[in-house]
């Protein structure tokens, strides 16, 4: 487990990691999408990623509500500037992450990864990107296994 539980520097590590693949539904706009846009793609990965591992359990409701409805925005590939453009948006990493439990099974983290790399395969990655970018988005929140 990461000592650091900052949801800034994890989010901004997942769309790293996520580069040029995070534009994958906005072609014509390649180069020009909002950097608000970009994180909250990120975000929503990461979401996905500790929605597999904690069902969300440990969030308070409101919190929780806003995690699956990002979700269910990015997975729908629906408008995502409302999260975007919100401060709630780090507010719910923060507890998404502080929500963690303090050890994962093994077991725990490869269904985890399969529900987010089953999740990248539908915003439109190939099965090769979607898988590694799924391992390196579980290392980013929970470390080195």
């Known amino acids: 487990m990461p000592a650091q539980r900052n949801a800034k520097p994890i989010v901004d590590a997942i769309r790293d990691e996520l ?3 995070a534009y994958h539904l906005y072609e014509e706009e390649r180069y020009s999408i909002a950097a ?5 793609i990120a975000t929503a990965c990461g979401l996905e ?13 409101q919190m929780r509500e806003e995690a699956h409805e990002l979700i269910r925005r990015w997975r729908a590939r629906e408008d995502l500037t409302e999260f975007a453009r919100s401060e709630r948006i780090e507010m719910i990493t923060a507890e998404a992450l502080a929500a963690l439990p303090p050890t994962v099974t093994h077991e725990k983290r490869q269904a985890a990864r399969a529900s987010l790399e089953a999740a990248l395969i539908q915003f439109g990655l190939s099965g090769d ?3 590694s970018h799924a391992h390196q988005i579980e290392d980013i929140v929970l470390g080195k296994d």
Request: charge should be neutral; aromatic fraction near 8%; hydrophobic fraction near 40%.
């Open 19 to 21: 580069g040029i693949d």
């Open 129 to 131: 990107d979607a898988k």
């Open 36 to 40: 608000e846009i970009l994180r909250a």
């Open 49 to 61: 990623f500790i929605k597999g591992l904690t069902g969300f359990k440990g969030m308070g409701e």
